[in-house]
């Protein structure tokens, strides 16, 4: 009778004493769990807002920034499989610097709440469209989005090391170990210091993403912060892109290269994305002005 005791208890005894699995669930910037239909809107999405100026999205693990001529966006993004319906629950913040010329734009204050609910289909691609409608605390409206092509661009530091500029900035970026660390100066303004340095990291050799830490931003027009995490990106024009975030504040900013090297050739070779980021990067400038 004890010997069959013993077998019965000796399963449950090992079995608590096995370490819990840790979970490989997905979460947002908000700590939402991500479901993994949502990951199929990973990417770089260009489009417009009421079929007017130009809006440039980033989509990653339920996490949304995007900016238009005049607004800054951040917010969440979750897609129905059995529907096929991406909802958006955005922030919009008016811009409170906006560097044009430069290509510099910092949104915050007070935000307006946006929500987007949009059809996901494919044209070209799988995936590559957003169509729908959207309520704000001040008016409704229509949206469309169509994925730029250039997520499954290879990622390296070799891409982004060197010098980039933007009217009046100069951005430096150079390797360390593995990562980058960069410095950005204002040569339009010197005497005022405007300064930022911060480093980039690949966060997947395979898709077009990296993460920025920006340490620190002074003596700026805006976005003057401490310890403010984003991303970067190259887009089809190879041109740099931040994207980044501290409280209630939002910072896009684009850069041009000055050797060959922030380039982006390996595309996913269909020509959706150049196509689509030669006139709608262009639109985003235009419109910002």
């Given at each position: 009778m004890l010997r069959a005791l013993?077998?019965?208890?000796?399963?449950l005894f090992a079995t608590g004493c096995l370490p819990e699995e840790e979970s490989d669930d997905i979460v947002n910037d908000q700590g939402e769990t991500v479901s993994d239909p949502t990951l199929r809107l990973n990417g770089m999405w260009n489009g417009q807002l009421d079929q007017a100026g130009a809006l440039r999205v980033l989509m990653y693990n339920g996490t949304v920034f995007a900016f238009d001529?005049?607004?800054?966006?951040?917010?969440?993004?979750?897609?129905d499989d059995d529907t096929a319906t991406a909802e958006l629950l955005l922030s919009a913040y008016d811009y409170t610097s906006s560097d044009t010329g430069a290509n510099q734009y910092v949104a915050g204050g007070a935000p307006e709440d946006y929500v987007l609910s949009?059809?996901?289909?494919?044209?070209?691609?799988?995936?590559d469209t957003l169509v729908g409608d959207y309520d704000s605390d001040t008016a409704p409206g229509g949206f469309a989005l169509r994925n730029d092509g250039t997520w499954d661009t290879n990622s390296r530091l070799a891409t982004l090391k060197g010098k980039w500029t933007s009217s009046g900035y100069e951005l430096y970026l150079t390797e360390v170990a593995d990562e980058l660390s960069f410095r950005e100066v204002s040569v339009a303004?010197?005497?005022?210091?405007?300064?930022t340095r911060g480093t980039i990291r690949i966060l997947n050799e395979e898709i077009n993403l990296y993460t920025v830490q920006l340490t620190e931003r002074k003596n700026c027009p805006g976005f003057n912060v401490t310890n403010a995490p984003g991303y970067a990106s190259v887009n089809a024009?190879?041109?740099l892109e931040l994207f980044l975030r501290k409280g209630e504040e939002l910072l896009y900013a684009r850069y041009t290269s000055?050797?060959?090297?922030g380039t982006t050739t390996d595309t996913t070779g269909d020509g959706t994305g150049d196509t689509t980021?030669?006139?709608?990067g262009e639109e985003t400038t235009e419109a910002a002005e």
């Open positions: 013993i077998f019965i208890l000796l399963p001529e005049s607004v800054g966006f951040y917010g969440t993004v979750a897609l949009g059809l996901l289909y494919p044209t070209q691609n799988d995936d303004t010197p005497a005022t210091g405007c300064t024009n190879g041109e000055t050797s060959a090297s980021e030669e006139t709608t």
